[in-house]
């Protein structure tokens, strides 16, 4: 038996982020508690804001599953009281940090992941003129890797690839579309990110029009985000995707985030973690999901004006999270 407490939280971003269709200036995260008198676990979620899970979404599913969650169950029995999504996300992290604090032993060990080291995630540029992009590209003078937020105004997506590229000529670039391209926009599109060392194109249409990719032949790999949910959706993959990125709050946890990853590895395609905007809690499961990961996309923290200790760290371009933030 456990006492499950949440709160709300308003993350408050250093400036707009910017992507196809959306602009954020704050983050509404729910943080779950749950305490057994002797032993505490936290987990951080901020929902799937293009499926309307928001904070008065998750609130109302944690309270229905209330009497469920406060009996203890175990992981994979919540997986059947809580669909995927934030407030499953939340309490999954929760229970985690519970267990290893009840048994002892840190979160990676309990999911079998080898030690954890600093991992290589991408730096996100968000939409806006080319030249604030590529002086964005430069601020990120340590990253290693950098992500670009395209809209699906082919021409100008087109040119902020080019300034960034300029800016930034040995840099590992991805793009990502987020829902915004048509089906008769990708061969130009494709062409055009050749011509700029772009090696990722993620989710350039809209979720529901999948099928359109069948028989695409891209020589730069796309990866489904909003397409790619939770493990329902990994096999449907095949022959559409070539990497699914998995986030947290979209499959409900690190619990289903494991079961994903080894099932793309199964079906032969890449793994790569992503994140909603949220603090350093938030990151510190999927840095344990990472250590499994192809790529990773794990910056959250790095768009707050304040991000509450303690704090997963960024150096050299990689990103590191300690048992002081989570999972011990």
């Avoid at 992500?147 to 670039?173: E, H, S």
Wanted: proline share 5%; hydrophobic share 45%.
């Amino acid at each position: 038996m456990s006492t499950l407490a949440y709160e709300t939280r308003t993350l408050r971003l250093a400036e707009p982020f910017a992507i196809s269709g959306y602009v954020f200036e704050t983050a509404e995260v729910l943080v779950v508690t749950l305490t057994d008198g002797e032993h505490r676990g936290r987990g951080e979620a901020a929902g799937v804001y293009y499926l309307g899970d928001d904070l008065a979404h998750m609130q109302a599913a944690i309270e229905g599953a209330r009497d469920a969650i406060e009996a203890g169950p175990t992981r994979e029995a919540l997986r059947s009281i809580l669909p995927p999504g934030g407030a499953r996300n939340a309490v999954d992290a929760a229970l985690w940090e519970l267990e290893a604090s009840r048994a002892g032993r840190p979160v990676w060990q309990l999911a079998g992941v080898p030690a954890p080291h600093p991992i290589r995630t991408t730096f996100t540029v968000s939409a806006d003129s080319p030249e604030k992009m590529a002086d964005r590209a430069r601020g990120y003078r340590e990253a290693l890797s950098i992500k670009v937020k395209l809209t699906g105004d082919l021409a100008l997506d087109l040119d902020r690839v080019a300034a960034i590229r300029a800016a930034r000529p040995k840099v590992w670039l991805g793009v990502d579309g987020n829902q915004g391209f048509a089906r008769a926009d990708l061969d130009a599109l494709v062409e055009g990110l050749q011509a700029h060392d772009v090696a990722l194109l993620e989710q350039p249409l809209a979720r529901g029009q999948e099928a359109l990719l069948d028989g695409f032949a891209s020589p730069i790999p796309i990866a489904g985000d909003e397409s790619v949910l939770s493990l329902a959706d990994v096999a449907a993959s095949v022959g559409r995707f070539d990497v699914v990125n998995i986030k947290l709050d979209k499959c409900g946890g690190l619990t289903e985030g494991l079961l994903m990853a080894a099932e793309a590895r199964r079906l032969g395609l890449g793994v790569m973690v992503g994140t909603m905007i949220g603090s350093s809690l938030a990151t510190a499961p999927g840095f344990v999901l990472g250590q499994l990961a192809d790529l990773v996309d794990l910056d959250g923290p790095t768009f707050l004006a304040d991000d509450p200790a303690p704090t997963v760290t960024y150096r050299g371009g990689m990103l590191f999270a300690g048992p002081e933030v989570w999972g011990a």
